[in-house]
């Protein structure tokens, strides 16, 4: 008998649900940076266990929107949950727990799927406040299947963590072959990791303004060729992302390509080049195009 499932990564945005997904799958195949607002679209991450899978499903934020483009993430979440077997609730417990984590936890509860609790960044606390973290974690949602306090980034707590998702599933057949880590096209992880780079290196208003679209993904004798442009909202924020003398856009090219060469075991060569597109964010045919 084998098991396998669909599990929902809900939590407010920043908490860590992108690194959580990369760490249980093993792979770096969700963007992480410190900007809220990193994972666009619903990206799976894939746990294989002996006898079980479970598709972890990466989540954009829980929020209300505010544009068209939160608007269709926020329509993607409640699509998601409703297709899922269970989910993991992950908080972070350096932060207190606020509005959008009960919000959260009402609508978990009212989809009536099994939760698993997971507190996050227990290696910013020391052990008193991690006591408060759960205590006040598991009184957000009492009905919960279990709790972990975990560090997604260090590690700790995975295991533990890890060895209880299989009760969380129903029966049936694994989705994907052994070794595939994501339902991503290459493509998508290549555009994803581009913009993890940039996210990771600009701040304030460019993040948000900021996509990418990849032109072309070429095999060769030498590795692959990822070209991709990179679109922004203004021409300063243009000026910003390629930066003095093209100083920002080629760190961002040599980041994705060390996390796109680690990712695939092989050369990867990056080209990028910056647009300006006005309100591509309001653009439903341009959205479309971005798959978002
Ligand atoms: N110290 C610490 N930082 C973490 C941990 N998990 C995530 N982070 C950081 O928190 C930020 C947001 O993480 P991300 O996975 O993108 O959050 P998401 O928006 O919930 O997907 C990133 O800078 C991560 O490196 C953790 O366990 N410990
Ligand atoms: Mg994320």
């Known amino acids: ?88 609730f992950v908080l972070n417990a350096a932060e207190p727990v606020g509005g959008g984590d009960r919000f959260i936890a009402e609508r978990l509860t009212a989809v009536g799927l099994p939760v698993i609790v997971v507190v996050n960044q227990v290696d910013r606390l020391d052990p008193a406040r991690i006591a408060g973290a759960i205590a006040a974690a598991a009184a957000l949602l009492p009905g919960f299947h279990a709790l972990h306090p975990v560090s997604a980034k260090g590690g700790d707590g995975l295991d533990a963590l890890r060895a209880d998702l299989p009760a969380l599933l129903p029966e049936g057949p694994p989705f994907f072959p052994p070794g595939v880590a994501t339902d991503q096209t290459d493509e998508e992880i290549a555009g994803e990791l581009i913009r993890e780079a940039a996210l990771q290196r600009l701040r304030e208003e460019v993040p948000h303004a900021l996509a990418v679209q990849v032109e072309s993904l070429t095999p060769g004798r030498r590795g692959r060729t990822v070209e ?65």
């Open 1 to 88: 008998m084998s098991r396998s499932g669909l599990i929902a990564l809900a939590g407010r945005p920043n908490v860590g649900k992108s690194t959580l997904a990369n760490a249980l799958a093993g792979r770096h195949v969700a963007a992480v940076s410190p900007r809220p607002q990193t994972t666009r679209r619903r990206v799976s991450a894939v746990v294989h266990g002996e006898g079980w899978q479970a598709v972890l499903l990466d989540l954009p934020g829980f929020q209300r929107p505010a544009d068209r483009l939160t608007e269709r993430m926020q329509t993607t979440v409640d699509r998601s949950l409703a297709d899922c077997d269970a989910a993991l």
């Open 228 to 292: 991709a442009t990179v679109l922004v909202e203004h021409d300063s924020q243009k000026g910003i992302v390629v930066g003095r003398g093209g100083a920002m856009i080629r760190d961002i090219g040599t980041a994705a390509r060390a996390a796109l060469s680690r990712l695939w075991g092989e050369e990867v060569h990056v080209s990028l080049h910056v647009k300006t597109r006005k309100r591509w964010r309001r653009d439903d045919a341009m959205l479309d195009r971005l798959g978002l």
